[in-house]
């Protein structure tokens, strides 16, 4: 089903996202539909994407995939949903820099030394050996084990969306194996479900929703500037605090060391008079 023109729609401000069926779900999409997203002007650089004026983040998407290939720091899976077209899926690769400093880090701690292998598995999922790649998910780098992710196999996938030559692709973030025929026609019905209901509805605000967005948008403003103020003093009251327990614990230890200082004055002259005493004495026993 072919979306209206971009032009018939409104495109509300960012703060009226909120308020949309789809800006916070996983929109269920075939992959045609999804190569229909647009992103008009004044939405650039954004990770959000339209069908009609529907903001969209988050994709979930069902399908066979029918290749995989393996490039640098990525891996790609080609999914086919039989929508007519194809989508491609990114899967990143971990950072070997931020993995093995994590795995040092974890050694340090639990008494490994750092030529000896970490026994914490913590930062790869169950089963991959320490020389394979780490996948990881694309917003919060959470391990994946995408091993079963190989051409023929049915999936659902959820990620988010990115554009690369001018080609949408989603960035992985969770999926789960497809076990039939039956969950695959239930995925379909839903999201043909959703696409009439939802999406083929060009979303519709009204005046006084948009201006009750606008003001609880400029509270948030101004509790997020309050907030940062609070933060700031807080900040400044912790920092007089440690520099006034810094000036007693330097005028505390100027004071000891003038005692200290002292006590071996006196030690000093202690010890010079019984070692005066002690040669007087071995003086007396030679006459």
């Known amino acids: ?35 229909r997203l647009k992103r008009p002007e004044g939405f650039g650089g954004q990770t959000i994407f339209f069908y009609q004026n529907h903001p969209i983040r988050f994709v979930c998407i069902a399908g066979v995939i029918v290749a995989r290939n393996e490039i640098t720091r990525r891996t790609i899976l080609t999914l086919d949903d039989s929508s007519g ?9 971990a950072d070997p820099n931020v993995s093995a400093k994590n795995e040092s880090v974890q050694a340090s701690e639990s008494g490994v030394h750092a030529d000896e292998p970490a026994l914490d598995t913590s930062e790869r999922p169950p089963g991959l050996q320490s020389n394979q790649t780490v996948h990881v998910s694309a917003t919060d780098r959470t391990p994946l084990d995408i091993s079963s992710l190989v051409p023929g196999t049915m999936v659902k996938l959820k990620g988010t969306l990115s554009i690369y030559r ?10 789960v194996l497809v ?36 003001l609880e948008a400029e509270q948030g403003d101004i509790k997020a500037i309050e907030e940062r103020k609070r933060v700031a003093r807080r900040n400044k009251r912790r920092m007089e605090r440690e520099a006034r327990d810094q000036r007693h614990i330097q005028k505390r230890y100027e004071k000891e060391e003038k005692i200290r200082a002292k006590e071996a004055f006196v030690c000093k002259e202690d010890g010079e008079r019984v070692m005066q005493d ?10």
Do not use: G
């Not at 401000?13 to 539909?33: E, G, L, N, R």
């Not at 077209?85 to 690769?93: C, G, K, Q, W």
């Not at 002690?278 to 006459?287: A, D, G, L």
């Open 1 to 35: 089903m072919e979306a209206e023109d971009d032009a018939e729609s409104v495109f509300y401000p960012a703060f009226c996202f909120k308020a949309s069926p789809t800006h916070f779900a996983w929109v269920k999409m075939a992959a045609s539909d999804v190569h």
């Open 85 to 93: 077209t194809t989508l491609e899926v990114v899967i990143l690769h």
């Open 166 to 175: 001018q080609t949408m692709q989603l960035q992985l973030e969770r999926f």
């Open 179 to 214: 076990s039939d025929t039956n969950a695959e026609m239930q995925f379909v019905d839903e999201r043909v479900r959703f696409l009439v209901d939802v999406l083929s509805v060009p979303w519709m605000l009204l005046e006084e929703e948009i201006e009750q967005l606008r």
């Open 278 to 287: 002690i040669r007087q004495k071995r003086e007396y026993s030679e006459i």
